[in-house]
C-alpha cells in the first residue's frame, strides 16, 4: 500500500515557477514509478510526466517537455516536478500517482494509487 500527499501548489503568474512535491507512505515506493498528472475543469485527466524507479527513465508530454522537469528523492520517499515557464493553460489540480510496478506508464488507469491533489492556478 502506498499513500501520497501533494503539496506545493499556488498561485502564479505566467512566465513563473512552481516545484511540486509528492510525498509517499509505504514501504515499495522505490521499487515503483511514478507519475505526475493534471485535471483542468470540465476535461479528462491527463498525462504530465512519469519516472522510473530509480529515475533513469523519464517521460513528458509534449505540451510540458523542455518545462517540467520530474525528480525524486528515494532516500525521501519523495518525487517532485520543477514547473517553469507557467502558462494559463496549466492551470489545473495535478495529482501524484504510483504504480505497483517500477515500469513507466503515460496513462492514468494504469496507476494503482493516486493523492488527492494541489492546485495550480496560473494567470495572464
Known amino acids: 500500500q502506498v499513500q501520497l500527499v501533494e503539496s506545493g501548489g499556488g498561485l502564479v503568474q505566467a512566465g513563473g515557477s512552481l516545484r511540486l512535491s509528492c510525498a509517499a507512505s509505504?514501504?515499495?515506493?522505490?521499487?515503483?514509478?511514478m507519475g505526475w498528472f493534471r485535471q483542468a475543469p470540465g476535461k479528462e485527466r491527463e498525462f504530465v510526466a512519469a519516472i522510473s524507479w530509480s529515475g533513469g527513465i523519464t517521460f513528458y508530454a509534449d505540451s510540458v517537455k523542455g518545462r517540467f522537469t520530474i525528480s525524486r528523492d528515494n532516500a525521501k520517499n519523495t518525487v517532485y516536478l520543477q514547473m517553469n515557464s507557467l502558462r494559463p493553460e496549466d492551470t489545473a489540480v495535478y495529482y501524484c500517482a504510483a504504480r505497483k510496478i517500477a515500469v513507466v506508464a503515460p496513462t492514468p488507469e494504469r496507476y494503482d494509487y493516486w493523492g488527492r491533489g494541489t492546485q495550480v492556478t496560473v494567470s495572464s
Open positions: 509505504g514501504r515499495t515506493f522505490s521499487s515503483v514509478a
